[in-house]
């Protein structure tokens, strides 16, 4: 499924619809999935080499490279390319993995999809706003859901919470 078939999905079942600028600012950013939907020049822009190689071109980041997996500050966990909320630091647990995991993802803020790039299906799950891609999820977590979030640190943007 390409990404403007993803995004197509979303906003058919009301997760990706377009919003005015005026309604979107006034919207509570973790609800928020207004669609960003760049050509790949932008997009190249806007990123990094490495953050555009895996929110747009869906690669993975090397474990333990990233300044996230070891971040233990409140505050909550957005996407790189769009700034959405993702995820909140009081669902950050350490997987052993090497990435920044997560047991819940916030409202609105990812959609999923099945990868088989391994053979084996894997749920791979994407920004709801831009598309990007974030990581895959498991079903071996920690309570309260079972789920394992496995984020690319790259494709994520910390921010603390105010003190």
């Not at 999905?9 to 979107?24: D, T």
């Not at 929110?55 to 505050?75: I, M, N, Q, V, Y």
């Not at 790189?80 to 997560?102: H, M, R």
């Not at 598309?131 to 920690?142: E, Y």
């Amino acid at each position: 499924m390409t990404r403007r078939q993803v995004m197509n999905l979303l906003s058919a079942i009301g997760l990706g619809s377009a919003v005015s600028p005026q309604a979107a600012a006034a919207a509570p950013a973790a609800t928020r999935t207004d669609v960003i939907d760049l050509p790949a020049a932008d997009w190249r822009r806007r990123l990094t080499p490495q953050q555009y190689a895996v929110l747009r071109d869906e690669g993975t980041e090397r474990p333990f490279s990233s300044a996230l997996h070891g971040e233990k500050r409140g505050g909550s966990y957005h996407c790189a390319g769009s700034d959405l909320p993702l995820f909140s630091s009081a669902a950050k647990f350490d997987s052993g993995t090497g990435w920044p995991s997560f047991h819940t993802a916030l409202p609105g803020g990812v959609a999923t999809r099945t990868d088989y790039k391994l053979i084996l299906p894997r749920t791979e799950y994407h920004c709801a706003r831009c598309g990007g891609h974030q990581g895959h999820v498991f079903n071996d977590g920690p309570r309260p859901t079972g789920r394992r979030y496995g984020n690319n640190g790259v494709a994520l943007r910390f921010v603390a919470e105010a003190a």
